[in-house]
């Protein structure tokens, strides 16, 4: 940041100082082991007194001159020009740490220079002793420059101790530098016999020909020993962290270790071919394929150890992007416009939002990352971004749970003016055609069922047991929760002293017409079968039950229930509507009188914004719904980051649950016990991408909740002065609150999602209580002291201590009437008016008994025939 940035778009990504470092490293080494194979066969000329392999040697020097001194040079020279172009900061970094070192470097460059010249002009004219002794030097001194520049080159990845001391010896003699220095002296050995096999497949004398391809075949065989070594001895040198990235984190690197892994076998079979007397047509073509094999496999190799930087280019010292590491702190803090230098914007504005962020794309992202072009090509990698939220919580999550990328360097300002213009600039992209449809919903009739208080005998209470049930239509590919609709009744004979009726009765459940079995559903039942075990007729849900039937009666909550319901919210007119009615219906079960009718909203709903993140947009409607698209790239992504087949699985016709390997107790699943629960590790994951949003952004990103969209699972008056934040904490806390139970019940997984979060609600994460999910939750009674109104708004951190003290299954004072029978649901408690198919259509009980949208009981002789004078339900019921 520092210096200006040579912008190359589709040249970028490290493709200039690929394409010509790979090729001068390659002719380098080949500089350094052709020294050695010079005169050691020049030697041997003599000894034998072989002209035809003493005229092979001359030929051979003028074919290494021209390749190593010419050649090698201008690649030599275009290294140092493209790098100080491209990454001047480092390249300033390497010179004034080891002036020394390159100072040494180019004495036996020099020397090398000045040597082969001699050697190769003085050929059979000079005194064979001292020829011999000219080559002797030039392969000393060439070596001497691979001692030395592997030593610079090594500190880049390991640099050591040089991190705390900055001493020349710490970063020079760096922890690889020993085993890349055998690595690469074997391979600049190797490399004498592959082009050795060049000069000698243009021989005319067949018999010559065939001797020099065996000995330049045994000079691959040899030394790929000391190669092999080397190599292997050099990555178990490479520090964990590096090591993390190179074989699990990088998606780059994987093809590359493939290549190598390839590369090196048939690199070697292809060489030991020369040992076989072949046609010379064939040797010259042969030779080659060899050379190019060689560089594949030196080019992987290269590639491998410049990945295994990432996201440095020089060690925990600076990042790829030209950043120092101690400069972060202040960059976060003030921002990155402000502090570097050849910015045009140095802060953002409504008008320059899509120029500071080029800038700031220029600055952190080109170093690494082509447009459109061979290297790292941005594009693929974004098309799947169409909001700026999306790409900015991409952004958000860089280098926090994996570390191949640097994190964003910069404000919460600056970050959305990068993804502004990554989506808008680059995707080419009009937020506002993608936004998410604001939703002016029409309001759907709901008859109220008749309720006379002087003639009839019962009250019949009905609710959905947690205001909202979020599904997944993401099948045939995965489910995150099947559809699975708890409905619950309590029926009330009316008296003096009422009386919960359980015996002698059958209640019995009707879906709305239109939901009766849209195909949708037999989808989902399929999948449920598949994903669940269980065995399913048609059109029945995971509980046994289908979408109408009859009420099991629940002893322990003298209630009657029916168990996950397999509605969605799809009915039959293709509309979207997560609120579907059911009819509840309470008889004789000797007459077949009906005893009392009611109606209760089982609601439903699949508007989760995965397809914020993932792409794909919304399925149905524009509203909710998940299409093909958003559900593969979620497997595309567990995939890529967990080491899963799920892609492959899934479009093979084997989709997967996601709670068959994460526990879940609203499922009852068991999962892998290694494994993190799965609240834990889809809030845990995700929050480190929705850090430091305002009030509820990061929960309705996914959730159901946003105000203008058409489900709004808080639908309670509640939600006049509070929101998700105020019971379950912002997404760092609520995700902090599952992992350190996690944490503390050994599983790995947890401190990894922790490490990047930070409490807001609470001073810091050690004062966050660990829980369990969907057993130890936030509670009314942590506002409503003493069932009081309420003294505060802040439920957050103080949790039930088990599944039976939570609202939706706790009863009054005298264990009779459940607490949601009379207040409803869990975010649509009464009164809930805020429902955007209608404001009746969550509160038809209490219009029903009461004539108002208040609490059951807001009016005592609704079941009272006599008003109590007592408080039997809990304390200040009478109020």
Not at 808 to 824: I, K, T, V
Not at 852 to 868: A, E, K, L
């Amino acid at each position: 940041m520092n210096y200006p940035v040579w912008d190359l778009t589709t040249f970028g990504g490290g493709f200039i100082i690929a394409l010509v470092a790979v090729v001068h490293v390659l002719v380098s080494h080949f500089a350094v082991g052709g020294g050695l194979f010079l005169v050691l066969l020049e030697q041997k000329a003599y000894k034998q007194n072989d002209d035809g392999l003493l005229g092979y040697v001359k030929k051979h020097s003028k074919f290494f001159l021209l390749l190593t001194m010419v050649f090698g040079g201008l690649t030599g020279v275009g290294i140092w020009w493209t790098i100080a172009l491209l990454n001047p900061a480092a390249t300033s970094s390497l010179i004034h740490t080891f002036v020394f070192g390159w100072a040494a470097e180019w004495v036996f460059f020099l020397t090398e220079i000045i040597a082969l010249f001699i050697y190769f002009y003085t050929f059979g004219k000079m005194e064979r002793k001292k020829h011999l002794i000219i080559g002797w030097l030039y392969f000393f001194s060439a070596w001497m420059s691979l001692f030395l520049i592997n030593g610079i080159i090594g500190y880049m990845l390991t640099p050591g101790a040089w991190i705390e001391d900055h001493s020349f010896w710490s970063g020079f003699f760096n922890p690889t530098f020993w085993p890349s220095l055998v690595f690469r002296t074997g391979l600049s050995l190797v490399l004498c016999g592959v082009f050795g096999f060049v000069t000698a497949a243009f021989l005319k004398d067949a018999k010559l020909r065939q001797n020099i391809m065996r000995t330049c075949a045994m000079w691959v065989a040899i030394p790929f020993t000391l190669m092999v070594a080397g190599g292997w001895w050099y990555f178990n040198s490479i520090p964990e962290p590096a090591i993390t990235i190179i074989l699990e984190k990088s998606p780059e690197i994987a093809n590359y270790l493939q290549l190598l892994a390839w590369a090196m076998p048939i690199f070697f079979i292809a060489s030991m071919v020369m040992l076989i007397r072949l046609p010379n047509s064939f040797q010259r073509v042969f030779c080659f394929v060899i050379v190019a094999i060689a560089l594949i496999y030196f080019g992987a190799f290269e590639f491998i150890r410049e990945g295994g930087r990432r996201p440095f280019i020089i060690y925990d010292y600076m990042y790829s992007n030209q950043v120092y590491v101690d400069d972060v702190p202040e960059i976060q803090k003030n921002g990155f416009l402000t502090k570097a230098k050849w910015t045009e914007h140095k802060e953002i504005t409504p008008d320059n939002l899509l120029a500071a962020g080029k800038d700031l794309f220029k600055y952190q992202c080109s170093a690494c990352h082509s447009v459109g072009g061979v290297l790292n090509d941005i594009m693929p990698l974004i098309k799947k971004y169409d909001s700026p939220f999306g790409m900015d919580s991409k952004l958000n999550g860089l280098g926090k749970l994996n570390h191949y990328m640097p994190h964003f360097m910069g404000t919460t300002e600056e970050r959305w003016a990068l993804a502004s213009y990554i989506v808008q600039e680059l995707n080419g992209i009009n937020p506002q055609d993608t936004a998410n449809l604001v939703i002016d919903a029409k309001e759907l009739p709901v008859t109220i069922p008749p309720f006379d208080k002087e003639k009839d005998e019962y009250v019949l209470l009905a609710w959905n047991n947690l205001g909202m049930h979020c599904i997944s239509d993401s099948d045939p590919f995965w489910i995150l929760l099947p559809p699975a609709n708890d409905l619950y009744a309590q029926l009330v004979k009316r008296g003096d002293s009422p009386e919960i009726i359980t015996e002698g009765v059958e209640i019995s459940y009707q879906v709305q017409e239109g939901f009766e079995y849209p195909e949708k559903q037999v989808q989902f039942w399929n999948y449920a079968d598949k994903l669940l075990g269980a065995n399913l007729a048609p059109g029945v849900g995971v509980g046994g039950l289908k979408v109408s039937g009859l009420m099991n009666l629940e002893e322990d909550h003298a209630a009657f229930t029916a168990p996950f319901i397999p509605v969605v919210p799809y009915p039959e007119d293709g509309s979207f509507n997560p609120f579907p009615i059911f009819t509840i219906t309470a008889k004789d079960k000797e007459t077949g009188e009906i005893l009392m009718t009611t109606k209760t909203v089982a609601p439903t709903s699949t508007e989760m914004g995965c397809k914020n993140c993932h792409g794909g947009g919304w399925r149905v409607a524009s509203v909710a719904g998940f299409t093909d698209e958003t559900s593969l790239d979620v497997l595309a992504a567990h995939d890529k980051n967990s080491g899963t087949n799920l892609v492959e699985r899934a479009t093979n016709g084997e989709p997967m649950l996601c709670q068959s390997c994460h526990a879940d107790p609203v499922l009852g699943t068991k999962g892998d016990p290694e494994l993190l629960n799965f609240p834990a590790a889809i809030h845990g994951w995700h929050a480190n991408f929705l850090t430091d949003r305002e009030g509820m952004d990061a929960c309705v990103a996914c959730h159901p909740s946003r105000p203008d969209g058409p489900t709004q699972c808080f639908r309670s008056h509640h939600s006049e002065f509070m929101d998700c934040t105020s019971c379950h904490g912002t997404m760092e806390d609520h995700s902090l609150s599952l992992l350190k139970h996690e944490l503390e019940a050994g599983k790995k997984g947890a401190a990894r999602l922790m490490e990047n979060l930070q409490a807001r609600v609470v001073d810091s994460v050690e004062d966050i209580n660990p829980r369990i999910p969907w057993m130890n939750e936030p509670d009314c009674l942590n506002c409503h002291e003493d069932f009081d109104m309420g003294s505060t708004t802040d439920a957050f951190n103080t949790w039930t201590a088990g599944g039976d003290e939570l609202f939706r299954n706790r009863h009054d004072q005298m264990e009779a009437m459940m607490c949601a029978a009379c207040h409803s649901s869990p975010h649509a408690v009464y009164p809930a008016t805020l429902n955007k198919l209608g404001e009746n259509r969550d509160s038809i009980q209490p219009l029903q008994y009461q004539g108002n949208d208040r609490p059951i009981g807001n009016d005592c002789t609704v079941c009272h025939t006599v008003q109590p004078d007592f408080e039997g339900h809990h304390p200040n019921s009478l109020r």
